[in-house]
């Protein structure tokens, strides 16, 4: 499909998929392990109105 909206750009689909999958999984990653861990810095997860909340001083 990407060949056929790019004919000349000579991309590699599954490299490039690949690549932005372990992205996310790195991001994803470090954004668990803030929000559950013992040590979350002052980071915690807000149920009722589904966001990231921080103590002020953070």
Not at 24 to 35: A, P, Q, T
Request: no cysteine; hydrophobic share 40%; glycine share 6%.
């Amino acid at each position: 499909m990407l060949e056929k909206v790019l004919p000349h750009a000579m991309l590699k689909v599954k490299p490039n998929l690949e690549s932005r999958i372990r992205t996310l999984k790195r991001d994803w990653s470090i954004v668990y392990d803030m929000l559950s861990g013992k040590n979350n810095s002052g980071f915690g997860w807000d149920e009722h109105r589904q966001l990231v909340v921080a103590e002020d001083v953070v």
